[in-house]
């Protein structure tokens, strides 16, 4: 191999993706009628409003929900969001460049958004090419553009989990204030109005209707993981996701390709705000700026705004801080805004992983990844050890990359190299257009 390995494993055309056995279209390439969603105008700094009834920084997860809400209850709104909007076909599928290996960047991150890493030496700058810099998305949608999709609801009792197992010594542990059946009519609009494929598992809380969309058809590995649990007593079904099983609000259905979470869908068959709650927000009059910043608030109503070297103070009734777990509790302390908890106590989430080997072949490659999960996780012990305090889980893994993780779910061998021993290939996982991906 006479080429970098980033250029070799990046490139569909080098033959590197055909060595690993990888194909990233098992069930065939996306139609090219496909219709993608198209980008609304965006306004310039100077043409936004003196003042708006609300401005929401961000446009993930939350500033996307919440745009939507106040524009459909008559709000005038401003969306302030620091990243661009990608059209479907922006973002290229790159092994090496996305949110799940991001050794060459994740081709959104605009640079100059640099994040401190603590150390012994004290702290280093780092930028989106560093793999210390991690998942975050700086995008319209944030890290709905990329998210695996699983739309989990909690269960019951993960809202009172002081109560169930007391509180440990030195924890600020509190039950939340609200209950699973306070926030149930919630749950039911977010996966109507986006979109949820699924269906309800056993155990769960009480729930007013089903998921609007079927869920995906079991993959090779559910079957065998099924067959696991109900050896050990424990109901399986399937992974609740905000993807399209269906056509839906003009997209289309997943094609079930074989690189899903950390990358943009090929067909935009998957529900992020960018598609769903944000076009419809700008349809009812919402401005939406991106590439700018929000770089300062005050506690009456100023937002001071940062884009392409200008800035400029807008004002609004009410801020809705949406920038993530990271940047809101940065804006709030550069504002001088908060109490001291404000960017403490920050909690990520771990993975518990397994690996085994097999006799036969028990991937199949078909996207979207997880593909099954149990929610049995009786809460009978004294200790809540290896129970999420969150919508508990255990499913199986999202989709692989050639470069990260394909081999991995494969027959082990040692790495292969042009001209070097090859990996075993399966019919399965072939192109099913019979093309070269
Ligand atoms: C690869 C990946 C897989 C994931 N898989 C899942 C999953 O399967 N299920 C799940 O529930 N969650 C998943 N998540 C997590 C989920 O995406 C986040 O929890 C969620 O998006 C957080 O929502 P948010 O609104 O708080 O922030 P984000 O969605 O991160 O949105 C914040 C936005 O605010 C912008 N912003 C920040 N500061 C400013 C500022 N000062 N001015 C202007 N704009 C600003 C950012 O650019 C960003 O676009 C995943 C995330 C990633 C990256
Ligand atoms: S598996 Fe995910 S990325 Fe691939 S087509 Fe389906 S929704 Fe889109």
Redesign the pocket.
Known sequence: MDREPLDFYTDPDSGAWEELGFDPYPAGRPPVEVPLATRPPVPALRDLREHYDAIV????????VAAFVLARSGASVLV????SWFGARDLAIDHVRN??FFLGGDLDTPPGHPRAVPGDDGETAVEYDDLRYH??????????R???????RFLPDDFRMASLYGVPEGSALADWPITYDDLEPFYDQVEWELGVAGRAHPGEGPRERDYPMAPFPPTTEAALLDAGARTLGWPTGPVPLLLNTEPRGGRAPCIRCGQC??FACPVDARNGTHSTVLPRAIEMGTDLITS????RISDDGDVEIAAHGAARVVRAERIML????I??AR?LQLSGLGNEWVGDCLQGHTYAVAFGLFDSDVHDGLGPGPSTATRHMPRSQPHPHGHGACGPTRSSRPSRSPSVSWRAARTPSPPSRRGGSRLPRTPSTRCGCGRRP
């Open positions: 920084v961000g446009s993930g997860a939350g500033g996307g302030v969001e620091r990243g949110h799940r998942h975050n998305a700086i995008t319209v949608g944030g890290g709905t990329f998210f695996g999709a699983q739309a989990w979470i950390g700018a910043q929000a770089v949406a920038g993530g777990a940047e809101t804006l």
